[in-house]
């Protein structure tokens, strides 16, 4: 059964910065592409980071030189580095397969305010 596990959000100043992460389990993971998307409140869940089994990244120009997505096959973790916090990055921030979609985990709330 796939599983995917998200953790690492909390409430942040403009600027600040949060490292999330996700724990898989159920899958090949190392041959599966990984991907972290968020939805914001009232919009569409959007894709924001990937990276391949080849670390290969990806990512949205919204968040692009402010994110880095990372990977641990061993442990069967991604991870999104997010730095330079923006009030608009306020979402809920899931992980998931984006070449082949599971079920999607609850989610971490990442809340960026002054």
């Known amino acids: 059964q796939v599983q995917l596990v998200e953790s690492g959000g909390g409430f942040v100043q403009p600027g600040g910065s949060l490292r999330l992460s996700c724990a898989a389990s159920?899958?090949?993971?190392?041959?599966?592409?990984m991907g972290w998307y968020r939805q914001a409140p009232g919009k569409q869940r959007e894709l924001v980071a990937t990276?391949?089994?080849?670390?290969?990244?990806n990512y949205a120009d919204s968040v692009k030189g402010r994110f880095t997505i990372s990977r641990d096959n061993a442990k069967k973790m991604v991870y999104l580095q997010m730095n330079s916090l923006k009030p608009e990055d306020t979402a809920v921030y899931y992980c998931?397969?984006?070449?082949?979609?599971?079920?999607w985990g609850q989610g971490t709330q990442v809340t960026v305010s002054s």
């Open positions: 998931n397969l984006p070449r082949d979609v599971v079920s």
């Open positions: 159920g899958i090949i993971f190392s041959i599966n592409t």
């Open positions: 990276i391949t089994a080849g670390l290969s990244r």
